[in-house]
């Protein structure tokens, strides 16, 4: 048995539950409900608060996320850095959308020439640290928006709970601990890498204290000299002079060149919403592309074959347009708005088999980021996810100002005839993509999840679960999920499926063709850290997170 569909009128709260389902969901998990002060979720709890208290202090949805972004570049330093990049999807009621583009450019030193002798892009050390570090000024660029609705918080108080903490210590997470220990041969190679994430020369254990005393500084620096002072100011001098004396190809002038832009979001019309998100160079098409598919199946109850086996066959569909076409937009070669056409999202469907499985080798993308989403007392919310790409980015922990640098650039090829091809100024292929919807009965969603190539796959799970098939929210998250690819360091590109999915079901997607693997854990980082909010019309807010990670919704 699956889960009914949710008619346009009904709110997840007035659905009758059935006794069981295939995917058997965690009853435990109840989704966090609240009216009136706002909400923040994160996949830290530091950061969740963080944002909270901002709200608390009459800040906005974006003051609200700028503090939390903070926070967790402090909190979560295995998944995101002040030296890499951020996309904001923002939302305020009774206006369209806007969508923040803080992805930074490859450097102008960054060429083929630069990396002549290399076969490719080095994945670790100063040369993977290719690409301007974009998310500072995505912050900035948020903060010009939100001063239109009403006195802005000076960003000592924003950013005054980062600052603690890079002071006086974070408690260091189960995820931190093992992805340091798990890529520690690499990382421990990159300058900086060290001095900056070991105690005593060892990697830290969970729980124990981890001050961050040259980022504190950074942080306070930023928040007297202002946003901008990263890009053209004293601290653009100190980090372009560390990551030049290193190795890296980035300098000064691409720290003065650097803006993030303003940018008009994808968007594609469902039954009951409209859903939005980022366009190139991120995989926001794909995303919405599984779930314009998926309505189109014409599914109507959650969580058995046809729910399951729809959504992966979807993200197969949308990922061979996504590779066929999305790279730096000035190199763009199709109209991605049109992928979302009615009419091809038509043609698209027509071509999936409800009984049998697409033959899958694929090249996925890897990655690793944050998710997060505010919203405040106005209704107004955000959809933000900041990265670094892979686990610590590039390793590299720059001298002075204690800043850990991206890799993001590694995404590029050194074939000059490749799709994503190297070059001067050119942006990377992004897997990061926040999402946003907009219900015609007048609710606001804003969801999302760390985890590379599944970032679409997870979104389409908490959304087709929520608003399709009636599913509570925190349940959304909490249920078994899967990932059709790869995560970074493995090379099999099968469906994983947690350990929880009922055990029929799992040969059923074998039987229709589907290579299946069952990972051991019943939840595992390998589906990402997810999080979503929801605002209804009369103020209730709805808020969850993912039990997969360390985080928290924290309402006002």
């Known amino acids: 048995m699956g889960f009914p569909r949710m008619s346009n009128a009904q709110a997840p709260d007035e659905q009758q539950m059935p006794a069981t389902t295939d995917f058997q969901p965690d009853a435990a998990f109840n989704t966090q409900r ?11 709890h530091l950061a969740a608060n963080a944002g909270r208290d901002v709200l608390k202090q009459g800040g906005n949805a974006i003051e609200a996320m700028v503090a939390a972004a903070s926070a967790i570049a402090v909190a979560y330093p295995h998944m995101n850095a002040l030296g890499g990049d951020g996309f904001w999807l923002i939302n305020e009621p009774g206006k369209t959308p806007v969508a923040i583009d803080a992805c930074g450019n490859a450097a102008g030193l960054a060429s083929t020439d630069f990396y002549a002798g290399d076969s490719s892009i080095p994945e670790r050390g100063p040369k993977a640290a290719l690409t301007m570090a974009g998310t500072i000024s995505g912050w900035q660029k948020a903060l010009d928006i939100g001063a239109d609705w009403g006195t802005p918080l000076p960003l000592s108080t924003i950013m005054g709970d980062a600052i603690r903490y890079a002071e006086q210590g974070i408690a260091v997470s189960r995820s931190q601990e093992a992805l340091a220990r798990k890529h520690f041969e690499r990382l421990s190679q990159s300058p900086g890498f060290n001095e900056a994430f070991l105690i005593d020369g060892d990697i830290p254990r969970e729980g124990q204290r981890l001050r961050q005393p040259r980022l504190a500084a950074t942080l306070r620096r930023l928040a007297d000299a202002g946003l901008d002072d990263f890009y053209r100011g004293e601290l653009a001098h100190s980090m372009a002079k560390d990551l030049e004396s290193l190795g890296s190809p980035l300098r000064l002038q691409d720290f003065h060149d650097y803006q993030a832009q303003v940018v008009t979001p994808l968007e594609v019309e469902l039954n009951n919403a409209t859903l939005y998100n980022l366009p190139a160079p991120t995989q926001g098409m794909a995303s919405l592309m599984i779930l314009g598919l998926y309505e189109r199946l014409n599914i109507d109850s959650g969580e058995g074959f046809a729910h399951l086996h729809g959504l992966v066959e979807a993200t197969k569909r949308a990922f061979l347009l996504r590779d066929q076409y999305i790279t730096d937009p000035t190199s763009m070669t199709m109209d991605l708005q049109s992928l979302l056409s009615s009419e091809r999202l038509d043609r698209e469907a027509a071509m999936i088999d409800p009984q049998k499985a697409l033959a899958w080798p694929h090249t996925p993308e890897p990655g690793d980021t944050i998710w997060m989403g505010t919203v405040d007392s106005e209704g107004r919310s955000v959809s933000f996810i900041q990265s670094l790409y ?6 590299v922990v720059l001298p002075e100002s204690g800043v850990l640098w991206q890799n993001r650039g590694v995404s590029f090829s050194l074939d000059p005839d490749d799709l994503r091809a190297l070059a001067p100024g050119r942006k990377p292929f992004h897997t990061l993509n926040p999402a946003l919807a907009r219900f015609k009965d007048g609710r606001t969603m804003v969801y999302g999840t760390m985890g590379g190539e599944g970032q679409p796959q997870t979104q389409a799970a908490i959304f087709s679960r929520y608003a399709m098939h009636g599913m509570p929210l925190q349940q959304a998250i909490a249920a078994p999920r899967w990932l059709l690819g790869r995560t970074w360091g493995e090379n099999s590109t ?10 029929p079901l799992v040969n059923e997607l074998r039987q229709a063709g589907h290579d299946v693997e069952v990972l051991p854990e019943t939840f595992t980082d390998t589906m990402g850290h997810a999080g979503a909010i929801v605002h209804h019309p009369d103020g209730l807010l709805e808020s969850a997170h ?3 990670s360390d985080g928290g919704a924290a309402s006002v």
């Open 494 to 503: 099968n469906l994983k499926l947690e350990s929880r999915v009922y055990t």
């Open 390 to 395: 892979w686990e610590f980015g590039s390793g």
């Open 546 to 548: 993912d039990p997969r």
């Open 34 to 44: 609240s009216y009136g002060g706002g909400s923040c979720v994160a996949p830290h």
